[in-house]
């Protein structure tokens, strides 16, 4: 299936995509990204994936930056959209044009800690534990529905780097599945938000 993925900084979660593309039934079109010093661009062109970097200054509506990575996306006539650490928050009109075809990875047991820094909050409120959250992209900003979890413990020794790092180890294993059950079609986003895994309602 060929896919586009949108990322914004390391990247790390591109490069476990990246390393599990072939047994995952996925060609990764173009990696696309917000900012223009991103490092998974790097990672990207090493392995001659073609990207694009757009300058977020050059536009003055979100709509037409949105428009611009649109037109990547249809150019490569991309199935899947793939969100990996994708720090922008995309138009209403980019979500219905794709709708059911956006996944996105969040650095928490969503419903809790939706947006940022949600190591540290996840700490401050003394959760026990904490994780990652695969789901589709609705227009409600990380509030689309689950497709799978992943938790890990929080230690008393835990900073929010520490928990990152362990969030983001499961992260690597936990997206190139879920992105796999999308490309074998096991998974499909109803338009009521349910979700359907196998034939069956989650
Ligand atoms: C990951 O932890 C990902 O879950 C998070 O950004 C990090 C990107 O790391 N995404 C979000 O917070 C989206 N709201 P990476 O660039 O190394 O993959």
Excluded at 132 to 156: E, M, R, Y
Excluded at 165 to 188: D, N, S
Aim: a positive charge; proline letters at 3%; one cysteine or more.
């Amino acid at each position: 299936m060929n896919g586009v993925v949108l990322i914004s900084g390391n990247g790390s979660n591109l490069q476990s995509i990246i390393d599990n593309a072939k047994s995952i039934d996925l060609k990764i079109c173009c990696v696309v990204s917000n900012k223009m010093d991103a490092f998974g661009l790097k990672r990207a062109a090493k392995v001659g994936i073609p990207c694009v970097a757009l300058d977020e200054t050059l536009f003055n509506s979100k709509l037409g930056f949105d428009q611009e990575i649109m037109k990547v996306i249809d150019n490569y006539q991309a199935e899947i959209i793939i969100l990996a650490g994708y720090m922008r928050i995309l138009s209403a009109d980019f979500i219905s044009k794709y709708s059911g075809k956006i996944l996105n990875i969040h650095p928490s047991l969503l419903p809790k800690f939706p947006g940022l820094n949600t190591h540290q909050r996840a700490i401050d409120a003394s959760e026990k534990k904490h994780g990652a959250s695969v789901h589709f992209v609705t227009k409600d900003l990380d509030g689309g529905p689950i497709i799978s979890q992943v938790s890990v413990n929080i230690d008393s020794k835990d900073d929010a780097k520490t928990l990152a790092k362990k969030v983001l180890e499961k992260e690597h294993e936990l997206y190139p599945k879920i992105i796999q059950w999308y490309t074998q079609g096991r998974l499909k986003l109803l338009r009521n938000n349910r979700i359907i895994f196998d034939g069956q309602l989650i």
